[in-house]
């Protein structure tokens, strides 16, 4: 046996690099396709997706793991681990960490603490990646959890949509709101607020919101170090300059550019930016 195997969802779409790094489990969310099942992040690329997306009239949608995904992969890791911590999407965006909870009821060959950490994509990366650094130096299986849970509790999403269409098709915003806002290119800046998306400010350009997304992170680090990610959908080259922008104004042990993950997508849409930011 060795030590605690860590367990995360596809929506926290981690570089490949740290999943190989610290040997992370990652159990894919499925997005539905009209009569297609597609396994997030194993069967299709941020890319492919975006690229479907832009030309099929079927708008897709997406669905958790069910408890026997989960129970065969706790099985899988309990071959060779003496425990299993799972940091995953937050409960009020997705039915995933239900699914995990259920599959305990059949699965009991080794310990497994699964955390609802009330956030996605690098909100949840950091937290995994917290786990897995106190896995890497010995901590307790208490100690691992906690710290995903205070990653996950410190770190702050801030976002910009591209359109609000796709906010609107996932049922966040109301058909008046979305026309109102394509009608006076209204950008809204969002983030995560207790577990689910929910609107800071909105103002009248891509450009303004972007530049006051970075002021509310820069607010958030308060002259601290920090890790930071840039995430997006699609918008590299954007991303590359947020990057640039955010290591001047934060004091960074690590900035990340990562992609959006396809499950996450289909409900922000192509053009997709932000930032998740949390203490180094």
């Not at 669905?63 to 681990?81: C, G, I, R």
Request: glycine fraction near 6%.
């Amino acid at each position: 046996m060795t030590r605690t195997a860590i367990l995360t969802d596809s929506s926290a779409y981690l570089p490949s690099h740290l999943i190989e790094k610290h040997s992370i489990r990652v159990i894919p969310l499925t997005i539905l396709w009209g009569t297609e099942a597609i396994l997030d992040a194993v069967e299709i690329t941020p890319n492919q997706f975006l690229d479907r997306l832009a030309i099929d009239p079927i708008h897709p949608t997406t669905t958790q793991p069910n408890p026997e995904d989960f129970q065969a992969v706790y099985e899988e890791l309990a071959a060779n681990h003496d425990a299993i911590v799972a940091p995953l999407i937050s409960s009020k965006l997705s039915g995933t960490v239900n699914s995990a909870k259920a599959a305990l009821e059949t699965f009991s060959a080794v310990p497994v603490r699964v955390i609802d950490t009330q956030t996605t994509s690098m909100g949840l990366g950091f937290a995994v990646l917290a786990a897995a650094k106190a896995v890497a130096q010995g901590a307790a299986l208490d100690e691992i959890e906690e710290a995903a849970r205070t990653v996950a509790d410190d770190t702050r999403i801030i976002f910009v949509v591209d359109t609000l269409d796709y906010l609107h098709k996932g049922g966040r915003i109301g058909g008046a709101k979305r026309l109102m806002g394509s009608m006076l290119s209204i950008k809204p800046v969002l983030h995560i607020n207790e577990g689910a998306v929910d609107s800071l400010e909105s103002v009248r350009t891509k450009t303004k919101a972007v530049d006051r997304m970075l002021e509310l992170i820069a607010e958030h680090a308060d002259g601290c170090p920090a890790r930071a990610a840039v995430i997006h959908a699609g918008s590299a080259d954007e991303a590359e300059e947020i990057r640039k922008r955010i290591d001047d104004l934060i004091s960074c042990q690590e900035l990340l550019i990562t992609d959006i993950s396809p499950a996450i997508s289909v409900h922000t849409g192509p053009g997709t930016i932000g930032v998740a930011i949390c203490p180094a």
